[in-house]
Structure formats: C-alpha cells, structure tokens
C-alpha cells in the first residue's frame, strides 16, 4: 500500500508537516517549497545600493586661444628620399641558327596503319514464299463467342397518355409523398409557479458554523514624546550654501531691449531687432600659410624611363589600310545650314511672366480705432434659466402588504453535514504511522481491512 503525507491527508488546506532542515542528494516524491538557499541566505531589509565613485562625465569648456596644429602635424617627421638602385638588363642577343620546330606530340607519337572493321553481325537472309497463307490466330482460336440469351426487364410498362388539361398529370413527389399528421412533443421545461417550503428558513450559513472568535490582546499605546525646543540658536546654512559659495565675477548684462509703446503719431524708425542685436563684428583677417621657397635639385634630369631602356626596336612593315580610300569633291559653293527641324519649329520670342498677386478684397481702415470688437457689438445677453431636476425625491417607499421574506437562497439551500478534516487528530483514523523523512514530512500508511474467508 502507498503511504500518503500529513499534508496529502488533509482535505481542508490549513494541516501541514513541520518541514526540517533539507539535504542535498535526498530525492522524494513530496514536494517541498523550502530549500537550502532560502534557509541560509535569509532575506534583509531595504538596503540601499552602494555609491559609485566614478567620476561624473562633464563638459569642460577650453577658454585658451585654438592653435592650428592638429595631430598630422605634430607626429609627422619628413625623411629624406634615397634614389632606389636600379637593375641594369643584359644586352639582347638573338640566337643563330635555324628554329627547330618539332614538338613533343610529334616526337612521342608514332602512326600506325589502320584495317577496316570486319562486320561481326551475320547477313540477312530473306526467304520468300509464293504460296497461299492459311493460319487461324491466336484471338480467334482462344476467344470464341457463347450464345447468351437476353435478360428481360423487371421494369413495368408504363404507358404514357397525354394530359386533357394544362399542367394535369401529377409530378413524382405528389405521387411518392404521404402527409403526416403532426403530434406535439412533451415539454420538459419545469413550471415557472413558485413552491413555498414547509420547513421553517434556518439562518445558520458557512460562515457562521466556521467562524471561531478569538479574544483580542489589549494594544499596547505608545507615549507620545513631549516636543523641547532647542537653545542653540537657527543656522540658515544649507548643503548648497556650504558647498557653493559663488564665484566673483561680473554681473550678467541684459540683451533685452527697451520697452518702447509704439503710437499712432511717432515717427517710424529705421532700426529693426535684428540690426540692433547683431552688430558687424571686426573679423581678423585669416591667417597666411608661409610657403616654402623652391629651390630645384642640383644636376640634371635623366629621362631615361623602363621602356626606353628595356625596348628593342624591330624593323617592321607599316600595315597596308584595307578600307578604300575615300573620294572627297570638292565644291565651290557655300553650305546651306537649313534643315527641316529649323524651317517647322522656329525659335519663339518668350518673355517672363509676371508676379500674380491677390487683389485684397476687404480696405484697410481710414479712422481711429474705437476699441469695440465684433464680440462685443454682436453679442446679446440672455436671462439663465436654471435646468429642472428629474432626480426622484429620497422618500421611502411605503406598502400596506406584508413583506415577503422568501428567497432564492432560503428554498434552494441544503444543509450540508460538517466533515471533520482526519489530519486535525494526532493520529488520523484509519492510518498508522510509518516514518519521518529529512524534511519533516509524516508519512502514514492506510489500513487496509481484513476480509474473513467463509
């Protein structure tokens, strides 16, 4: 028989083994949410992360003068250029004699004479005969053909008559369709009428059979500490204070411009905000590279080149032109440049069009503004009248009908018989118990009962 857990036996969830200490090669089939990290590795509090020391990432604005030496300039070492020695090739000598044209094909490769093929398949030999061919074939010999009589059919002779009337013959489905007649199927649908309980409504539910009140301890109140004032007097020093004391310097200038009202009647100055803003500033001129005088090399230029030196000429005949040679005529009279693309599309005399610009539709004002809007002139009061409530009034609502205290709840619930869980004994009934294991759990073993022979 299998043994089963304390916590297996249980059937209301709240029994469980004590769960011990665990060990780390000991498989069992329980499972257990309690392992060896959580047991020595216990969770703290809220700990803050460590500082880091790293050094912030800030831009550092260099206020000396830009100098115009870059890192090209600065690791870049000229060294002096040595002329490469250069190979001087043997002066060309052709070979005398004559070219030995022979190859290593015609020196490995010795002819033989070549007999026709002998024809290995025999002649054919045709024999002809002048007589009459009287066989009887394979088909004809085998297959012969049986005398088989004519089924006769079952089908009934229906003799057509023609309908005396339009449409009066019946179709297949008026002869072959039997009506039936149509019977009602049983409802099983319960009734809607409500069945009042001859029992009396017990008020007992779950909640009230399960619920155990347990005596409360009395909380225990903490004195609330007196405030004392202390008798050193306020510093108004700050972290920010301390740490940034400001540095001298001049005082910020404002860029911004004088609030000027502009009137109707003053005079239109010339000046704008960008003309007063930015001001033309004095550029330096930029700065003059110094160029290094030329001075030429000393002695004189070898033009001497690879092929100059390494070509030999070879007397050649100049190759004869295979194209024939053009007869050009001569004319005396002037070309005429007139083609048919000049004389159909001649040049047209095109100007660029002007500006199309909107003519305004609505004239500007010619008088003093008035300072009444459009708003202002066609706007017209009305008197608000409040909306009216459609909210029912909070009246209770009164019956002279006695209340009728039947529910759903009350005519459909059945009590049920409490079951006591068998893992709330000591020992459970109907177990005994067999061992404990690392873990902690109990393992009981069922009792099996006893079958007496007849």
């Known amino acids: 028989m299998r043994s089963r857990c304390l916590c297996q036996i249980c059937t209301c969830g709240r029994h469980h083994c004590p769960h011990g200490t ?40 260099y206020r000396g003068k830009m100098e115009g030496i870059t890192t090209f300039k600065s690791d870049y070492h000229p060294y002096e250029i040595v002329q490469q020695p250069r190979h001087i090739p043997e002066e060309y000598k052709p070979t005398q004699g004559e070219i030995d044209l022979g190859t290593t094909y015609k020196r490995d490769f010795n002819s033989y004479k070549m007999q026709p093929v002998a024809i290995v398949r025999p002649l054919e ?25 004519k089924s006769e059919l079952y089908k009934p002779e229906q003799t057509y008559y023609p309908p005396t009337m339009k449409f009066g013959n019946s179709t297949t489905f008026q002869d072959n369709y039997v009506p039936w007649e149509i019977q009602l199927r049983q409802s099983f649908k319960p009734s809607s009428v409500v069945q009042r309980p001859t029992v009396p409504f017990n008020g007992d539910t779950s909640h009230r059979l399960d619920y155990a009140p347990y005596q409360l301890e009395p909380k225990s109140s903490r004195p609330k500490e007196v405030y004392r004032p202390t008798n050193h007097p306020f510093e108004d020093l700050t972290t920010h204070r301390c740490d940034f004391q400001g540095l001298i ?19 239109f100055e010339g000046s704008t905000e960008a003309r007063d803003s930015f001001q033309p500033w004095e550029i330096p001129p930029p700065a003059v590279k110094k160029v290094q005088e030329y001075v030429p090399p000393t002695g004189t230029m070898q033009s001497h080149t690879t092929s100059h030196l390494d070509y030999v000429p070879y007397q050649a005949k100049r190759a004869v032109p295979i194209r024939p040679i053009s007869h050009r005529r001569n004319h005396n009279f002037p070309f005429q440049g007139k083609s048919t693309m000049k004389e159909d599309f001649p040049a047209w005399e095109s100007c660029r069009q002007g500006l199309i610009k909107k003519q305004q539709q609505i004239p500007n004002p010619s008088g003093k503004f008035d300072g009444l809007s459009t708003f202002r002139s066609h706007y017209v ?65 069922k009792i099996t009962p006893t079958v007496k022979a007849f």
Request: glycine share 4%; aromatic share 12%; hydrophobic share 25%.
């Open 22 to 61: 665990t060990r780390i090669y000991e498989t069992s089939g329980v499972y257990c949410p309690t392992t060896e990290y959580l047991e020595k590795y216990p969770t703290y509090g809220n700990v803050l992360p460590a500082q880091s020391l790293k050094p912030k990432q800030e831009f550092r604005a």
């Open 125 to 149: 030999r045709r024999h002809v005969k002048k007589g009459k061919l009287d066989t009887v074939p394979t088909y004809k010999d085998d297959y012969r053909a049986w005398d088989i009589q």
């Open 249 to 267: 310097g001049e005082t910020a200038k404002i860029c911004r411009p004088a609030y000027t009202r502009v009137t109707q009647n003053a005079q």
């Open 381 to 445: 009061p009305h008197e608000m009248i409040p909306t009216e409530s459609c909210k029912p009034l909070n009246v209770p609502f009164q019956s002279s009908s006695p209340f009728d205290d039947v529910t759903m709840y009350s005519t459909e619930y059945a009590p049920k018989k409490q079951e006591i869980c068998p893992a709330s004994y000591p020992s459970p009934p109907g177990y005994i118990f067999e061992n404990t294991n690392s873990q902690g759990h109990k393992f009981f073993r």
